[in-house]
């Protein structure tokens, strides 16, 4: 298991009801992690219109995820 | 009897007084203002008076009034003469009674020192060696104290930035030989052409195709109230004028396109996205390739937005570098609410970069992109790398083509309004909010269906091929997406309600009555 750091913003803030949070995975990758939290938080975007930031760098989705990452699952966003 | 009157005949003071008395007042102020025999080192014989009299009734009443309401006393009058005066006659009389001294002195002061400044009555002077001077009716009560020197020049406007060592003089200069972009005059762009005219930037474009709404007030801090429903780039260009009429200001009152884009670009040294559209963003990084112009990006949701500097010259990523694929929706101000300040403080902060740019200050954004929660003030900073199969920026320029709506796009937004009475009917509207939303605002003058967006399934839609159907969400933008994906897949008929619930409401009820 792997324990990282997810930071929620905008409308991930809102459905996960939280603006981070500590998570004990099994995934080894960004994707599989995004995949593990839509199940858990009814996230309602697809992997496709957001991008996965690992430690304050835009990251694939098969990029590998270890013990102490910040993970940041960022959707676009237009308001102005 | 008029607040303020002229007459050619002298004046009873005591009958004046009396008419201002009153249970309510403690006291009376009054000031006498007396013909003498001298002017400017000349021995003055007699004098006339000559007003322009509609002209000075009007504005002296309105002197009068303004002092009795801004100093609150119970009663105040002033009338000047006209006509020939002798030395040590009475020329004007202000009388002021109050419930206390202390605003009965201050209101006669603000009305003697108005009509002054502000009524038209001229005064001829007979000079004892027979020469005669129209003087302005200013000199009556004897010589002006003097009064602090205004700024004859515009020098000191720009002291405060100048004094920082990396701007200077030559910064300022740089300033003003700027051109910048903003496209977009709302939260965003309210700030950030304020601080931008302020700074001295030397000529602003306003891109914005909009009309004011009463509802873009509480973040759009350039605009006011009595100005809902005009043209928002002609009233910015008319506010930004008055803030610094140095700045020239061009006015480009229509949204900006695949065909305006390039050129406007092309007279520019750089653009502000003040948008609130993923599209035009689209666009905008499209055009500064082509043209090889940076661009500032931000936007905003709630508590929270995001800001990013793309300067094509650098080979920084592009806007599509960090969003490989298109996102088809991002929710708007409209849709998520969006707290004033925030785009407050996005809109300063594009500011601050494009004065960054200008200056070539450092600490510059490039590629990274900076997200900002105002609401627990985290922030991060993440670096983008350039892709190497990016659809945009891998193109040389001239490859590069500014994108048009697509042919699904076409003819989709539709106002139920304008719709032929006789073929509404015809249309399927769903409701396609979220259940909170639909809570807070029900959609309750026309039958519809309610399906959430986040509950609607694009691989077994539940509608018809052949059905006109009308989609609503809270502003028009989901259900425009929604719509595009729907046609995409084959459903021809689906349209998106413009403007959302609220404008199928009104438009709704008002059409169908």
């Known amino acids: 298991m792997t324990q990282v750091n997810v930071q929620y913003y905008a409308i991930f803030r809102e459905q996960a009801g939280a603006s981070d949070e500590s998570v004990e995975t099994g995934a080894t990758t960004a994707g599989e992690l995004y995949a593990e939290l839509c199940d858990r938080h009814n996230f309602s975007l697809p992997a496709a219109a957001l991008r996965a930031v690992v430690n304050e760098e835009f990251a694939d989705w098969d990029t590998p995820i270890s013990d102490g990452d910040r993970v940041v699952f960022i959707p676009p966003v237009a308001g102005g | 009897m008029n607040r303020f009157e002229l007459s050619a005949e002298p004046l009873d003071t005591g009958k004046l007084k009396n008419g201002l008395r009153h249970a309510r007042a403690g006291g009376f102020a009054s000031f006498e203002g007396w013909v003498r025999n001298h002017n400017e080192g000349r021995d003055v014989g007699r004098l006339e008076y000559e007003a322009f009299a509609a002209v000075a009734e009007k504005e002296g009443t309105r002197i009068v009034t303004e002092a009795i309401e801004r100093f609150g006393v119970t009663a105040a009058h002033c009338v000047h003469r006209v006509g020939d005066l002798r030395i040590g006659d009475l020329a004007v009389w202000v009388g002021v009674s109050a419930e206390h001294r202390g605003e009965a002195f201050v209101a006669c002061r603000y009305i003697i020192d108005q009509i002054k400044a502000r009524v038209p009555i001229w005064k001829k002077e007979h000079y004892s060696d027979g020469v005669t001077g129209w003087v302005n009716c200013e000199r009556v009560s004897g010589p002006e104290p003097p009064q602090p020197a205004l700024p004859a020049t515009t ?3 720009y002291v405060r930035q100048i004094a ?9 200069r740089l300033l ?10 709302g939260g965003l762009g309210s700030p950030a052409l304020m601080y931008l005219a302020a700074a001295g930037v030397g000529h602003i474009g306003i891109c914005e ?3 004011l709404e009463a509802s873009n007030l509480h973040r759009q801090v350039l605009y006011r109230r009595s100005q809902v429903g005009q043209s928002k780039a002609h009233i910015a260009a008319q506010q930004l004028r008055e803030l610094n009429p140095d700045t020239e200001i061009t006015v480009i009152d229509v949204s900006l396109d695949a065909d305006n884009a390039e050129s406007l670009f092309n007279q520019h040294d750089l653009v502000l996205d003040c948008s609130d559209n993923l599209k035009l963003k689209f666009l905008l990084n499209a055009a500064a390739l082509r043209t090889s112009t940076p661009v500032v990006f931000a936007s ?22 960090v969003w490989p694929r298109e996102p088809n929706v991002a929710p708007t101000c409209n849709e998520a609410g969006v707290l004033g300040p ?9 500011a601050m970069e494009a004065l960054k740019q200008l200056l070539s200050l450092p600490g510059r954004l490039s590629g990274e992109l900076l997200m900002l929660d105002l609401l627990s003030f985290r922030s991060t900073k993440i670096s983008a790398s350039r892709l190497a199969d990016c659809e945009i920026c891998s193109r040389t320029p001239d490859q590069i083509e500014l994108p048009r709506p697509g042919e699904f796009e076409i003819a989709l937004d539709m106002d139920l309004a304008e719709v032929d009475p006789g073929l509404r009917n015809d249309y399927v509207v769903i409701d396609i909010r979220e259940q909170d939303e639909v809570s807070a605002r029900p959609l309750t003058t026309l039958p519809h269906r309610h399906i959430a967006m986040s509950t609607f399934s694009l691989d077994a839609p539940p509608i018809e091929p052949d059905q006109p159907y009308l989609l609503c969400c809270a502003s028009g933008t989901r259900s425009r997406s929604l719509a595009i994906e729907l046609r995409q897949r084959g459903f021809a008929h689906v349209y998106s309600q413009t403007g959302g619930v609220d404008h199928l409401d009104h438009g709704h009820s008002r059409g169908g009555d």
Do not use: M
């Open chain 2, 155 to 157: 020098d000191g406007l």
């Open chain 2, 164 to 172: 920082l060592k990396e701007v200077g003089e030559n910064g300022q």
């Open chain 2, 176 to 185: 003003s030989e700027a051109r910048v972009l903003v496209v977009g005059a």
């Open chain 2, 209 to 211: 195709g909009d009309t």
């Open chain 2, 300 to 321: 905003v949701y709630q508590y929270e937005g995001q800001l990013h500097v793309f300067d094509p010259r650098t080979g920084a990523p592009c806007l599509r570098c």
């Open chain 2, 342 to 350: 925030v785009p407050g403080v996005f809109g300063s902060l594009q």
